[in-house]
Nanobody
Framework: QVQLVESGGGLVQAGGSLRLSCAAS????????MAWYRQAAGKQRELVAT??????TNYADSVKGRFTISRDGAKTVALQMNSLRPEDTAVYSC??????????WGQGTQVTVSS
């Protein structure tokens, strides 16, 4: 079964930390990159961070220095979020791009940061 399973969202106070994880099923292969996107209520979805198969990373300016994306094996990606702010509140979704023109989205996990 092709799927991305996300975990780790929740409610945290400003200044706190959360760790998101996304695991790709065995049916997903030839992964080129993995990424996290987020969409706040009433706003467009935005790219938060990406990591390629060779470990190269890229971050949105708004999260640089606070968030860290990492790979836990070939098919799992994590997003460590520190110093969270209320404006980080959003639904966070995992995205996988493959080398065979098939891309996948996770179901999304809610992150809420209270002030």
């Amino acid at each position: 079964q092709v799927q991305l399973v996300e975990s780790g969202g929740g409610l945290v106070q400003a200044g706190g930390s959360l760790r998101l994880s996304c695991a790709a099923s065995s049916a997903i292969f030839a992964i080129r990159s993995m990424a996290w996107y987020r969409q706040a209520a009433g706003k467009q979805r935005e790219l938060v961070a990406t990591i390629t198969s060779d470990g190269s990373t890229n971050y949105a300016d708004s999260v640089k220095g606070r968030f860290t994306i990492s790979r836990d094996g070939a098919k799992t990606v994590a997003l460590q979020m520190n110093s969270l702010r209320p404006e980080d509140t959003a639904v966070y979704s995992c995205y996988v791009e493959t080398r065979i023109a098939r891309n996948y989205w996770g179901q999304g996990t809610q992150v809420t940061v209270s002030s």
